[in-house]
């Protein structure tokens, strides 16, 4: 089988389970380091043609990554593609095994075992704390009603602010996020690259956690990591005055 992923988190899982199966990926897709495959332009705006010369049986694709109108043209053309969606850590688990075992693995790779396991671990939380996870700014934009992200963090005792909004992704002001009065902001590195000195002094006086964004939004080999490294980094506040 030749597959095509536009999803960098299932290029990850895909190279590391079943290597030799892709044959070509976005410019994201950044795990495993050493992928070589050809690629085929970003996640929003991948070049279709260049899809189409590697001659994939499948593409893989996701809800939020990746455009509706990119996914009907691939269907257009012929090619079958399969489309993720996870909105909890268990969804994503799911649906991590169903795709990897309908392409061809056999049982279920250690890292997914280790992700069930580290996971299912968790102790149970102690009061939540109330934050607002900007995924963006200028504008700002912060994690909403379900969301895979929203579902990790709560497993780890964080209560997003916005989770009963009607929106998954909103796009609050910058006075409207301060009025929520959070106990807590997460701050993650990607898609915006949040740092100590760019996220922190919008909210000053209030503790911020600085967290790899891979581990809180991708689905795959990661997600083995995630328990132990996202709370250690949600434990390491940064105040700024």
Same mark, same amino acid.
Request: hydrophobic fraction near 40%; aromatic fraction near 6%.
């Given at each position: 089988m030749r597959v095509v992923s536009l999803v960098p988190s299932l290029t990850e899982a895909v190279a590391t389970t079943l290597p030799g199966l #892709? !044959?070509?990926?976005?410019?994201?897709?950044?795990?495993? +380091? @050493?992928? /070589?495959?050809?690629?085929?332009? $970003?996640?929003?705006?991948?070049d279709l043609d260049r899809v189409r010369s590697?001659?994939?049986? #499948? !593409?893989?694709?996701?809800?939020?990554?990746?455009?509706? +109108? @990119?996914? /009907?043209?691939?269907?257009?053309? $012929?090619?079958?593609?399969?489309?993720?969606?996870?909105?909890?850590?268990?969804?994503?688990?799911?649906?991590?095994?169903?795709?990897?075992?309908?392409?061809?693995?056999?049982?279920?790779p250690r890292w997914l075992t280790r992700a069930r396991a580290e996971w299912a671990a968790l102790p149970?939380?102690?009061?939540?704390?109330?934050?607002?996870?900007?995924?963006?700014?200028?504008?700002?934009?912060?994690l909403g009603a379900d969301t895979f992200a929203g579902d990790l963090l709560r497993r780890l005792g964080v209560a997003n602010a916005y989770a009963e909004q009607p929106q998954r992704y909103q796009r609050p002001s910058l006075p409207q996020l301060r009025d929520q009065a959070p106990e807590l902001v997460v701050l993650p590195d990607e898609p915006y690259r949040?740092?100590?000195?760019?996220?922190?002094?919008?909210?000053?006086?209030?503790?911020?956690?600085?967290?790899?964004?891979?581990?809180?939004?991708?689905?795959?080999?990661?997600?083995?990591?995630?328990?132990?490294l996202l709370a250690a980094q949600l434990a390491d506040l940064y105040v700024a005055h």
């Open positions: #892709l !044959v070509g990926a976005t410019d994201w897709c950044t795990h495993p +380091a @050493d992928l /070589d495959v050809p690629r085929v332009g $970003g996640t929003k705006y991948p590697l001659r994939p049986d #499948l !593409v893989l694709l996701n809800v939020e990554e990746n455009r509706r +109108a @990119d996914a /009907d043209a691939l269907a257009a053309a $012929g090619i079958p593609t399969r489309v993720t969606y996870p909105r909890t850590v268990d969804g994503a688990l799911t649906e991590l095994a169903d795709l990897l075992h309908a392409l061809g693995c056999a049982g279920q149970a939380t102690p009061v939540p704390r109330r934050a607002v996870v900007p995924v963006w700014r200028r504008p700002w934009v912060v949040f740092t100590r000195d760019d996220g922190p002094e919008a909210f000053p006086g209030v503790p911020c956690a600085l967290v790899s964004g891979r581990h809180l939004t991708w689905y795959g080999p990661s997600l083995a990591e995630a328990p132990a």
